[in-house]
């Protein structure tokens, strides 16, 4: 059984960084497009950026585009978000998606993810 887990979430100080990572167990990230999402307290689950099964296309919510990097290493299994000038507001929990489709059209929704994380928390404060 392929399995996700995030690691890297923390306490942060407002325009702080901080690397999150999410590693596969059980199986291979090299045929799927990998996104992060996050979600708020008593918010809905929103699409921050995603990554093709080869690394070539990246794509990126306009709220973290310039301060936010998806990237992969699929020798190594392992899917990461450079989170830089953190900002309160980007304070939530941030999980990793496994989408069976290399580049999914509709990536900003949910639906398309077949398997996630449990998620890391980030909290920035001012």
């Known amino acids: 059984q392929v399995q996700l887990g995030e690691s890297g979430g923390g306490l942060v100080q407002a325009g702080d960084s901080l690397r999150l990572s999410c590693a596969a167990s059980g199986g291979r990230l090299s045929d799927s497009a990998m996104a992060w999402f996050r979600q708020g307290r008593g918010e809905e689950r929103e699409f921050a950026a995603i990554i093709s099964d080869d690394g070539g296309s990246t794509y990126y919510d306009d709220f973290v585009k310039g301060r936010f990097t998806i990237s992969r290493d699929n020798y190594k299994n392992t899917v990461a978000l450079q989170m830089n000038s953190l900002k309160p507001e980007d304070t939530a929990v941030y999980y990793c998606?496994?989408?069976?489709?290399?580049?999914?059209?509709?990536?900003?929704?949910?639906?398309?993810?077949?398997?996630w994380g449990k998620g890391t928390q980030v909290t920035v404060y001012s």
């Open positions: 998606a496994l989408s069976s489709s290399r580049r999914p059209l509709d990536f900003r929704r949910t639906s398309v993810y077949s398997l």
